[in-house]
């Protein structure tokens, strides 16, 4: 496995439904500073293809299905996402691209920084540069 992980939640329910609950530092391994979702993603699009210099992620299919393809610069692994007690946590320097969504797939992002655009690397190979020789 790249330098990631599948996180389970534990699924609080009764008879009424489900409940998962997200704590920073608990269940998700950082500090939250932001959370976003996507949703309404077309067919044959494929999201991200990019990496961050220093912010984590935990991203969570809260309905419907995708697949997540991380890339540490050597190992690539694709993941499918499909459940909305399942995370996956992107570290800081893997590459990360979203694809094959559902059309009803709402995709949550946990991130422990600021969006910053000085954060991104949107090139493949400076990001295959940076992993690979530092960021010279
Ligand atoms: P973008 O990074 O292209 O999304 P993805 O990585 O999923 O392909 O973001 C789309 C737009 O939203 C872009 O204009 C930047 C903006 N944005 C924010 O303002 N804040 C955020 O937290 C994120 C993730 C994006």
């Known amino acids: 496995m790249i330098d990631n992980n599948l996180i389970n939640f534990k699924v609080m329910g009764d008879e009424r439904g489900s409940l998962i609950p997200f704590e920073e ?10 959370v976003f979702y996507i949703y309404g993603t077309q067919k044959d699009i494929s999201r991200g293809q990019h990496s961050h210099y220093r912010s984590k992620q935990l991203l969570i299919a809260i309905n419907g299905s995708c697949k997540v393809t991380l890339d540490n610069g050597k190992k690539r692994e694709t ?6 007690n399942v995370g996956l946590f992107q570290n800081a320097l893997i590459w990360g691209e979203m694809h094959d969504f559902s059309q009803d797939c709402i995709l949550m992002v946990f991130s422990d920084s600021y969006y910053r655009d000085s954060d991104y690397i949107r090139d493949y190979d400076d990001f295959l540069e940076i992993v690979n020789y530092g960021d010279r």
């Not at 993941?79 to 909305?84: E, Q, S, V």
């Open 25 to 34: 530092g608990k269940n998700v391994p950082f500090d939250i500073k932001r």
């Open 79 to 84: 993941y499918t996402l499909n459940k909305p």
